[in-house]
C-alpha cells in the first residue's frame, strides 16, 4: 500500500495539535486531548486488524471503544500532557504507515468485518477490503480531527 496521503495527513494532525490556545469545544464535544487519544485507539486498532490478517486470522474493526470518554480519560491519564501523548499518537500512527506499506496486495484486499461508529451515527456494518479501512484515515477520519482540532483554537 502507498501511505503518503496517510503520512501527510498525520502531519497537519500533528501540526494542528501543537497550536497554541486550543480550548474547549463550544458544542461540548471532545478537547483535543480526546480527539488525539481517540486517533491514538484508532490506529491502535487498526494496527491490530491489519497484523492479524498477516497473521492468518480475520480479526473485525470496532470503533466504539475509541468513543468511550472513560477509555479516552485512560489514555489521557498515560501522558504527562499533550505534547507526550502527541509524541505517542506520532509513534503509533508511523508503526501503522510501516504495517500497511508491507500490506501485500493479498492482505490489502482481504475483507475485515468493520462496524463504525460517529457520535450516534451508525457510519459502516459491513465487510470491507482491509485497503479502504487504512485508506479511510486518510480519506476522512484523520482529516476530519484535524479539523475539529483546529476549531478548538481561542
Request: with cysteine.
Amino acid at each position: 500500500m502507498d501511505t503518503t496521503a496517510l503520512r501527510s495527513a498525520y502531519e497537519k494532525l500533528f501540526e494542528a495539535a501543537a497550536t497554541p490556545g486550543l480550548g474547549a469545544a463550544a458544542d461540548g464535544g471532545w478537547n483535543a486531548d480526546q480527539v488525539l487519544a481517540h486517533v491514538l485507539s484508532v490506529d491502535a486498532a487498526v494496527a491490530a486488524v491489519a497484523m492479524g490478517v498477516v497473521a492468518g486470522s480475520r480479526p473485525a474493526f470496532d470503533n466504539r471503544v475509541a468513543l468511550d470518554p472513560a477509555h479516552l480519560g485512560r489514555i489521557i491519564a498515560g501522558y504527562a500532557g499533550r505534547a507526550e501523548l502527541t509524541r505517542h499518537v506520532r509513534s503509533q500512527a508511523a508503526i501503522l504507515c510501516d504495517i500497511a506499506d508491507s500490506l501485500d496486495e493479498q492482505a490489502a484486499s482481504v475483507q475485515v468485518p468493520a462496524f463504525l461508529v460517529s457520535g450516534d451515527t451508525l457510519v459502516l456494518d459491513q465487510p470491507i477490503p482491509l485497503a479502504a479501512l487504512i485508506d479511510g484515515l486518510a480519506e476522512d477520519h484523520v482529516p476530519v480531527h484535524t479539523r475539529q482540532i483546529l476549531a478548538l483554537r481561542s
